[in-house]
């Protein structure tokens, strides 16, 4: 069986290895295809292309769009794009400046909880890629505000906590556009962590849906569990949307499944590189 993963992130967004580690890290992991899908940006595109062919990796490019539905926060990643389409470039540069402007709200709630200089020590932290909610998360575990990631999320960044600022984030409609135009193919991620009640995520689906998304992560390395998987082949099957397998790596501390050993797809679910073989080329 091909060992296939079409999400994770490097240093151009929240990942903690650069572009290129990662790709040798996948590499190593036993990872044949992958796809980097890094949050609003294409940066590390060229980067981990580059170390995949020297690797022999097939390198599939990706991105991990925001979008604010419904008043919550899903993503959306973009599998097989062209990175420099006009659609993907303009669309990447309005998400990009939203975050800018969230981060330094963010910056000036972290700092009232206890963070000196917030925004240019997220700046340095970022390198240059986008400023994310992990890398405030970080600086509070620097500043012994949280003892690790997860508890910096529950007590001081997560939705509705002291240093939450929601993002101003895409349409679902613009995010799936933005994709479709750069010939990519739309992928729900991580269907099962919105806390979404089942009816919810039954809308959730129809809209992306009518939006033209065409996939679903139902292997997703937050939900690995049987019951899961079977449940997101089920939602596939219902709304004809194809399958992906999805990590969501993002560093070497991750505390899911270890990389490189995601369930398969079940045979009843079609793999979106089936339909789309232009993917694994
Ligand atoms: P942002 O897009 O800036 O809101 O940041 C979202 C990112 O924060 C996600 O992609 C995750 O990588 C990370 N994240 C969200 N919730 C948690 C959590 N509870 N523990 C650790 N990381 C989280
Ligand atoms: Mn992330
Ligand atoms: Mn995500
Ligand atoms: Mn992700």
Not at 11 to 40: E, F, K, N, W, Y
Not at 48 to 57: F, M, T
Not at 204 to 212: C, I, K, R, S, Y
Request: charged share 20%; with cysteine.
């Amino acid at each position: 069986m091909v060992n296939i993963d079409l999400h994770c992130h490097s240093r151009a967004s929240d990942g903690a290895l650069t572009p290129a580690a990662l790709v040798a890290h996948a590499a190593r992991a036993g990872i044949q295809h992958m796809a980097l899908t890094d949050h609003d940006t294409v940066d590390g595109l060229a980067e981990a292309r580059e170390a995949a062919r020297a690797a022999g990796v097939g390198f599939i490019n990706g991105v991990e769009f925001s979008v604010e539905w419904q008043k919550r926060t899903l993503h959306i990643v973009g599998l097989g794009i062209d990175p420099s389409a006009a659609s993907m470039q303009s669309t990447l540069g309005t998400i990009q400046a939203s975050r800018a402007v969230r981060a330094q709200v963010m910056a000036a709630r972290v700092e009232k909880v206890g963070v000196s200089n917030a925004f240019q020590r997220a700046q340095d932290l970022a390198e240059g890629g986008q400023v994310t909610r992990t890398h405030f998360a970080r600086l509070l575990v620097d500043d012994k505000r949280a003892k690790d990631l997860k508890q910096a999320f529950k007590r001081f960044l997560g939705a509705g906590k002291p240093a939450y600022v929601r993002g101003e984030w895409l349409e679902l409609d613009t995010a799936v556009q933005a994709i479709r135009d750069a010939g990519g193919v739309a992928v729900l991620a991580h269907p099962l962590r919105y806390k979404f009640t089942a009816a919810w995520r039954e809308r959730m689906f129809q809209a992306f849906v009518g939006a033209g998304g065409e996939a679903l992560e139902v292997s997703a390395g937050s939900s690995q569990q049987p019951a899961d998987i079977a449940e997101m082949t089920q939602a596939a099957q219902r709304f004809g949307l194809l399958g992906s397998v999805a990590s969501d790596f993002h560093g070497l501390d991750q505390h899911w499944v270890p990389y490189g050993r995601l369930k398969p797809l079940p045979l009843s679910v079609t793999p979106v590189w089936e339909r789309y073989p232009a993917l694994l080329a």
